[in-house]
């Protein structure tokens, strides 16, 4: 079989769902029964009819080069359990979904995607009509000023707490911050509004919270201080604060083709806006890339990328002293198998990674890292056994060094599958390295290359 005719695992399928509800239904829908007209293209389409609860059944059509999705249901998630329903029947059974000649209604979609992507890169290349460089200047300068003015009120704040004690951050409660943080929308600085809001948070968030509350006061003012004197700071530095206070800026740096491994996706909410994370490797480049995308809260970004499969693309990076957040551009045939997965190193050379990355962007919550040959084990550090309400932590086959496992991360059945993979043996293990320890997404053994994803 050709590298465009590789059918995905279920579990790279279910990668896909935009939540639990679709993952469900979307295995309800994994069997032959209410399906007919199903069929494949070596191009990567993948199509058929689904039995509805109406007379006419649901014409679903999946692009798995994008992957891209189109159904006649009137979902609005991406992808619909239909589509999610098709993909595990082409998982699963090759006979039920054999190769065969595209239907009109499918091939009229795919035809139609095929032109605006070219019509798309048609566009990239004409030159960008340049607008007025002089009022474009004057806006930037207008808000440079607010976002100034803005972190000048907040550093009079974070003092006034500090002059009065933390203690009084419990007894003014959250409404105190989340009026500080309407002034940093006000001033157009939504970067800084986002990390005075979890201030609020931290007095209720259990005992120590007094540690993390000026842990996060001295990362604000250090952000504060980096953006009241910008102009002294090296580029790549002060594209990162730019980016931490709130400033967006396009991405503008060569596009970088390679054979980029997909390690990991997942999403975070808060009241407001969903965002998805999904983590690349280069093969050639050894680069890490990371494509952020963003939906209204409750609904799930559209971007969505296999785990565990490897794409031939271009991506295109963003300013910025870590250089990690990258945009996806064209992409060159359909996904296909990770070979093997990235080259990782010892626990002691990931934290030493962490704190290299520190130095360039001191506001990172974590860094992305592979460890390989660590064995899962729950508690103590290497030499230690461990005590009653110790976490887990990965540790070197030779004892050397060892990581314990961020508290998020111990609830999670990533935990138990990690430790099920493994077995006792040493694994090789993707994850984010941070300050409150290791999160594991994605993992492979000695016995399989195939991408076991952890979260």
Request: charged content about 20%; proline content about 9%.
């Amino acid at each position: 079989m050709n590298q465009q005719g590789v059918r995905w695992t279920s579990e790279q399928v279910l990668a896909l769902a935009p939540d639990d509800a679709s993952r469900k239904a979307g295995n309800r829908l994994g069997t032959a029964g209410p399906w007919s007209g199903a069929g494949s293209s070596g191009s990567g389409a993948v199509w058929g009819l689904c039995k509805g609860s109406g007379s006419k059944p649901y014409r679903t059509v999946v692009d798995t080069t994008g992957p891209a999705y189109k159904c006649s249901c009137p979902s609005r998630k991406f992808p619909c359990k239909h589509a999610l329903g098709l993909l595990l029947l082409w998982a699963a059974d090759e006979e039920a979904v054999a190769d065969s000649t595209t239907p009109d209604w499918a091939g009229e979609w795919l035809e139609g995607r095929k032109k605006r992507a070219e019509q798309s890169d048609a566009g990239a290349e004409q030159p960008a009509k340049a607008g007025d460089p002089e009022a474009a200047r004057r806006r930037a300068e207008r808000r440079a000023a607010r976002i100034t003015a803005g972190a000048t009120e907040l550093e009079q704040r974070l003092a006034d707490l500090l002059r009065g004690g933390l203690a009084s951050a419990e007894q003014s409660g959250y409404g105190l911050w989340e009026e500080t943080a309407a002034r940093m929308v006000d001033a157009q600085a939504p970067g800084l509004a986002g990390r005075v809001r979890e201030l609020g948070a931290i007095p209720g968030s259990g005992p120590g919270w007094p540690v993390r509350l000026l842990e996060e006061c001295a990362l604000i003012h250090l952000l504060d201080a980096a953006w009241l004197g910008i102009e002294r700071l090296p580029e790549p530095l002060a594209a990162t604060v730019r980016t931490r206070v709130g400033l967006t800026s396009p991405a503008e740096g060569p596009p970088v083709r390679d054979h980029w491994l997909i390690l990991a996706q997942y999403d975070s909410s808060d009241s407001k806006i969903t965002t998805r994370r999904i983590w690349l490797y280069g093969q050639e480049s050894g680069r890490t890339a990371l494509l952020l995308s963003f939906g209204a809260a409750g609904r799930s970004p559209q971007q969505a990328l296999p785990v565990g499969l490897m794409i031939d693309a271009e991506l295109t990076p963003y300013a910025g002293a870590g250089q990690l957040r990258a945009d996806l551009g064209e992409q060159f045939g359909a996904p296909v198998p990770i070979g093997s997965p990235p080259p990782g190193g010892p626990a002691a050379a990931a934290v030493e990674a962490y704190g290299q990355a520190l130095r360039d962007d001191p506001w990172l919550d974590s860094w992305p890292v592979t460890l390989s040959g660590v064995i899962p084990s729950p508690g103590a550090s290497p030499g230690r056994h461990p005590q009653a309400g110790e976490g887990w932590q990965l540790a070197d086959a030779e004892g050397e060094s060892a990581l314990p496992i961020a508290p998020a991360a111990l609830s999670r059945p990533g935990l138990w599958k990690l430790a099920a993979l493994s077995g006792g043996d040493p694994v090789t293990v993707f994850g984010e390295c941070g300050h409150q320890g290791f999160t594991p997404l994605a993992a492979w053994s000695k016995r399989s290359a195939e991408t076991v994803p952890l979260i």
